[in-house]
């Protein structure tokens, strides 16, 4: 057919129609493939979640008579005492610190290790070890830290001649939360450093060395061009961080003792749940949970999704 040749409306609107439904086949082969497992994990994740919302209505100790339909009897329980408020001021408390600096010091690291050479892989490795290390113990290796007798920062502060505490930092109702952010911090780093790592790797060279030939400085590259680039790790680091930071159950646990003014979220459930007995209670303190990382994490999501710092799959 010549060039200037017009193509008859009829063979335009079947060439269009065949093209539609080569592009909607090829959009629903992916789905198809995917539709078990999405159903077996929705299935997984909204039924436990609707029982435990429908749970929250009730009062129940777990065995013996049957679940009592009470309304919202137990959010009301929680909004009149202050345990929930205490332990979401808890959990704000951990995230200020646990998202941020691990985030923040992940960064800095990877920019100082993306160079491939054996120091530098050591130093990955070691600042990658914690992670491989179970809460359990670490809560152990901190109490060694905190011990307030003769623990590794006592005699810290008996060898720089400063005062030493005569209380434990962990029986501290004020130093408590943010002594064990500290050991949950060491232990979190690993997780930063790797995946800002993999995203600075991934920035193309010719663009630092356009920016070093129009004369940016080291500080400009990184401000303008490393941060914006990386933006996706920053998603993934922070959206994790602040789960984790209202999931947080066993460090807390572990390291004091389940002592109520150090309460988190989690602990709080254990307490309703497995001290007293009340899994209605500790249900609507799991709801109240699912509801604020939702209220934290769908905003940051669509925020980050409009400025396109998310990786379209």
Known sequence: MNRGTVMPQSSRRRLGLGDTFRLSRTRLIPWLFLSIPLVVYLSMLGYPLICSFVLSLTKWSGMGKPPVFVGFTNYKYLLDHGQLALALKNNLLW??????????????LALFLKNKS????????????????????????WL???EPRHGMLTELLRFLHLPVPTQSYLTRPG?????????????WIGFPLVVYLAA??????ELLEAAELDGASRLQK????????????????VALGTILSMKVFDLIYLMTGGYYKND?????IWRYAYEE??????????????????ALLVPYILYRRRKGELIEI
Do not use: C
């Open 144 to 146: 060694a830290v905190y």
């Open 175 to 187: 130093t408590a939360i943010i002594a064990i952010s500290i050991a949950g911090i060491w232990h």
């Open 277 to 294: 007995a009340k899994l209605g209670r500790a249900s609507a303190v799991a709801v109240v949970e699912f509801l604020v990382i939702g």
């Open 264 to 268: 988190v979220v989690g602990t709080l």
């Open 222 to 237: 990184i401000w303008h061009i490393v941060i914006p680039l990386v933006a996706h790790a920053t998603t993934i680091v």
């Open 95 to 108: 995230m200020a610190m646990f998202v941020p600096i691990p985030a923040a010091a992940g960064f800095i």
């Open 118 to 141: 054996k120091l530098n892989v050591w130093l990955r490795s070691m600042f990658y070890l914690p992670m491989i290390i179970s809460n359990t113990v670490l809560s152990i290796m």
């Open 200 to 205: 600075v790797q991934d920035i193309p060279q």
